[in-house]
């Protein structure tokens, strides 16, 4: 029986097993998913003669809204108090499990363990499991060398640990699909690490100043009280400001903020912008709808925006949104790059980031 373990935010399983499955089945793949409810891990296993590296190796991790991260699974391993790291070893070698393949192994931890031994040993253990594994030949001699997977180790508890692989080119780049931030304590809310991660999980590294550097102008609508326009101006932006309600005082005395008091759905520039970001809370597809008609316009050229999803159909919610933003776009003859993620600092929203190409 051939599975996928995928990462999701506690309370998204569901949504990221739907997801999975609508996608694998667009590659020839099929199968179903059995949700751990709030847990954030969905294990997915696959109906036909397909393994969990055909469909890692055919459906892309960063094409998937909902899974945060991912690995194929090779099995479950109980582990004895006496010696863990040699069950390891003897599970592993069972399998038939080739050294060849990984270089490296990660120690996982569902996202809401609140078990700080379990947390403290999951540290500590992973040096010893790689000597363990080097030395018995499971793992490459060179932690650094050249490798296309990485070998994963879920523990649940201290009595289980679930064992698979993940690919170098298609998981995350972030330890457990998670970048954690620190809010700086001049930001005038929590909200502005959306926006933060939002740019480090969909902009090119080496590309931050094309996208953010030089000057440029931004609309934030729905500002206040101004964790995204505090961002905005942190890269040198010269931002309005778009809200009814206050502004953060010691934002505004930056000198690059301009507040328009004014609703952010129906406000429009005089003239282009770079940017426009949204982070009102309303109905997702008329935030959808206000994007395309911002990019339909050529109001701006790139846009980080959040969809507020609904309690119950959430993942319905979204294919809607994205259908009224693919339709929009391309409707309007634009040629744009159209990325979505449930983030880490997200909640019951989704981000989204828009850029138009031409």
């Known amino acids: 029986m051939q599975q996928i373990m995928l990462i999701c935010r506690p309370g998204f399983e569901a949504e990221a097993g ?28 696959i109906a036909g003669g397909e393994t969990g590296r055909d469909m890692m190796d055919r459906v892309p991790l960063q094409g998937l809204v909902f899974t945060r991260d991912w690995f ?25 499990w080739s050294g060849e393949h990984c270089a ?13 031994d379990l947390g403290n040993f999951a540290r500590k253990w992973v040096a010893p499991l790689s000597r363990g594994l080097r030395d ?28 698979g692989f993940s690919l170098e080119d298609n998981r995350s780049p972030f330890p457990d699909g998670i970048l954690r931030l620190r809010l700086p304590a001049s930001a005038p809310s929590r909200s502005a690490l959306k926006l933060e991660e939002a740019w480090k999980v969909f902009l090119p590294k080496a590309r931050w100043l ?4 030089g000057g440029k102008k931004a609309v934030d609508l729905g500002a206040a009280p101004g964790g ?4 905005l101006v942190q890269q040198g932006m010269l931002v309005s400001a778009v809200d009814n309600g206050p502004m953060n005082p010691e934002l505004m005395a930056s000198g690059h903020v301009e507040h328009v008091v004014a609703d952010g759905y129906n406000w429009q520039p005089k003239r282009a912008v770079d940017w426009m970001v949204c982070d009102i809370i309303d109905k997702p597809q008329r935030t959808a709808r206000l ?5 339909a316009g050529r109001l701006c050229r790139y846009t980080v925006f959040n ?12 294919l809607v949104c994205r259908d009224i933003i693919v339709r929009g776009l391309e409707d309007a003859g634009l040629n744009c790059t159209f990325k979505a993620r449930h983030l880490y600092h997200d909640r019951e929203e989704i981000t989204c980031f828009i850029e138009r190409l031409e």
Do not use: H
């Open 291 to 295: 994007a395309v008609d911002w990019l």
């Open 228 to 231: 995204w326009t505090w961002q």
């Open 307 to 318: 969809l507020k999803l609904p309690m119950k159909k959430r993942y319905e919610e979204w």
């Open 104 to 116: 490296r192994v990660d120690v996982r931890l569902p996202e809401n363990n609140d078990d700080k």
């Open 210 to 213: 094309d996208y953010l550097g």
């Open 136 to 163: 018995a030949g499971l793992l490459k001699r060179d932690a650094k060398a050249s490798s296309k997977a990485r070998l994963e180790v879920l523990l649940g508890d201290f009595e289980t640990a679930v064992v």
């Open 18 to 45: 739907q997801e999975l499955m609508d996608q694998a089945a667009e590659k020839g793949i099929y199968g179903y998913f059995q949700p751990e409810r709030n847990s954030g891990q969905v294990r997915f296993t």
């Open 72 to 96: 194929a699974l090779i099995g479950e391993c109980e582990l004895p108090v006496t010696d863990r790291v040699g069950a390891i070893i003897e599970f592993l070698k069972d399998c038939e």
